[in-house]
């Protein structure tokens, strides 16, 4: 056993019976379940485990310093509202916060921040990382740090659009429906059942096959296979605010239904279309990445975190892991907005700690 052992398990300890004494039981059952851990760890993989889960437990609080410097951030520049309402944010929904952030840095100064374009070739394929490519070079030679720069603009950038066109369409017709009932109602309920009977991928390759991959083409086609779930969570919250009395004295006023819509039923049903807005853009981004992965996506030379896995995957072959950090970067991003929506559905939810 050699000093690093004996110092792990000291310092574990320790930190447990401090966390103990001054009876801060969450610190406490957080340590002493690593300590546990890391015993069990320890026998069966040897001074390799521990390493490991140091390291681990060593990013665990890296992240969970930099959610809370982001947070206090975010709670020193926001105002008296938006400040309470941070105070109340987890740590989780904090770092999820500062991924989005981080990402739309990267996406909106990424001609400043990545060394050389998208589809500039500087090297031979498959070139190794240097002083001049932190990730190498992909099949043609080009910096595979700058594309995955680019990336962030480009797929999530479309993601967000064909977010925005899903909403759009859903909400509209959804507070309609609920506003006009009758008739329409009962169409546009049949309508949004066929088109979800179809798998979205599947859906989406038929479209694409037909009407091609242009990115236009590809936004709308996205939009509109994502709209009927909006729909349909809009008509349920539409349709619980339609019934209300302050909606009858204004239906008693002559009000038409775009004020209803506008002035009543939207401003009531905000905080769970923003929610749903997060969930949406999760699965239009993990659809855009996957029609790019199958190559009917954004196309080349532009670069997509999709279409660069499938293009570099043969490195896997040799031990590289640069394929998968754009699949970790997609990963990341999915992860952190479900973290902030799970924030968000528990505030609109009413509940209180």
């Known amino acids: 056993m050699n000093y690093f052992v004996i110092g792990y398990y000291a310092l574990l300890i320790g930190g447990s019976c401090l966390a103990a004494h001054y009876r801060k039981r969450e610190v406490f059952l957080i340590l002493f379940s690593l300590t546990l851990a890391s015993f069990v760890m320890g026998i069966v993989g040897g001074e390799n485990a521990l390493w490991a889960v140091s390291i681990g ?9 930099t959610a809370y410097s982001f947070r206090e951030f975010l709670i020193l520049i926001a105002g008296p509202l938006t400040a ?12 999820g916060m500062f991924v989005i952030f981080s990402y739309a840095v990267l996406g909106i100064f990424a001609p400043i921040i990545a060394p050389y374009g998208e589809a500039e070739v500087i090297s031979q394929s498959f070139a190794p990382a240097d002083e001049n490519m932190l990730l190498g070079a992909d099949q043609l030679g080009r910096d595979m740090f700058s594309r995955l720069v680019y990336g962030a603009r480009n797929t999530v950038g479309l993601a967000l659009v064909a977010t925005a066109i899903a909403f759009f369409i859903g909400a509209i017709l959804g507070m309609i429906a609920a506003v006009k009932q009758g008739w329409f109602d ?10 979800m009977s179809i ?9 694409l096959s037909i009407l091609g991959t242009n990115l236009i083409i590809l936004v709308i086609i996205i939009g509109v296979i994502y709209s009927p779930r909006v729909y349909r969570l809009t008509r349920a919250v539409a349709g619980n605010v339609v019934v209300m009395d302050y909606i009858e004295a204004a239906k008693l006023r002559g009000e038409g239904m775009w004020y209803l819509i506008r002035k009543e039923i939207l401003p009531n049903s905000t905080a769970p279309l923003i929610a749903e807005f997060g969930l949406e853009f999760c699965f239009v981004f993990l659809l ?23 293009e570099n995957a043969t490195l896997i072959s040799f031990g590289e892991i ?9 990963a990341l991003l999915t992860v952190a907005v479900n973290m902030v929506v799970d924030w968000m559905l528990y505030r609109s939810s009413g509940l209180k700690e």
């Open 57 to 65: 437990a060593g990013l665990l609080a890296l992240a969970a310093g």
């Open 84 to 95: 309470r309402a941070l105070r109340t944010a987890p740590l989780t929904a904090a770092f």
């Open 186 to 195: 009962q169409i546009m309920g049949r309508l949004i059942d066929v088109v």
């Open 199 to 207: 798998p979205s991928l599947i859906f989406a390759l038929l479209l």
């Open 288 to 310: 855009v990445a996957g029609l790019s992965f199958l190559g009917l996506g954004i196309q080349p030379p532009t670069a997509d975190w999709g279409s660069m896995v499938r």
């Open 322 to 330: 640069t394929p998968l950090i754009p699949a970790a970067a997609i």
